[in-house]
């Protein structure tokens, strides 16, 4: 059987204008896409009869962690405006990442960290982290 594996390039990040129906923004020179971790909480439901003296457990609440993209920075560009003015409001809005074979994922999410660098002698890049909240919505290829 021949492997299905990808690479991902073609893969984009895109940010929802807020506006109704709106439109998504595609971010500008993505280098790094990392679409977060959710993790479901383990519940301790021990109790004074649990069978073989062994603690028990069910399924909490899934916490969806959080996501994180590169870019190329360039200071004043469109992305970089558009991401300044979102860390700052605090808004949250909907986050679309497109993989190369045409899955999409949307969540909603703000803007936590805006993390530049500025080395003398390689280009200069952002690590943009994102708070998800909700739950994510994904969509198969067309």
């Known amino acids: ?3 299905e594996a ?3 390039y073609l893969s984009t990040y895109a940010i929802h204008d807020g506006a109704d129906p709106g ?3 595609e971010i500008g020179e993505v280098t790094e896409i990392t679409p977060g971790e959710e993790s479901t909480d383990r519940v301790d439901v021990t109790h004074m ?3 073989d003296r062994r603690r028990e457990f069910i399924s909490g609440l899934i916490d969806p962690g959080e996501a994180s993209f590169t870019i190329n920075w360039v200071p004043g560009s469109e992305t970089d405006i558009l991401l300044r003015e979102l860390q700052a409001s605090g808004d949250k809005r909907d986050h679309k990442i ?3 074979n045409g899955v999409t ?3 909603e999410a703000s803007v936590l960290t805006y993390s530049k660098s500025m080395p003398i002698d390689d280009r ?3 690590t943009i982290t ?3 909240s909700g739950a994510e919505t994904w969509t198969e290829a067309a």
């Open 49 to 51: 009869q649990s069978p």
């Open 105 to 107: 994922v949307t969540f």
């Open 23 to 25: 439109v998504f923004t």
């Open 1 to 3: 059987m021949a492997t």
């Open 6 to 8: 990808m690479i991902g």
């Open 98 to 100: 497109t993989f190369p």
């Open 124 to 126: 200069m890049t952002a």
């Open 130 to 132: 994102v708070a998800p």
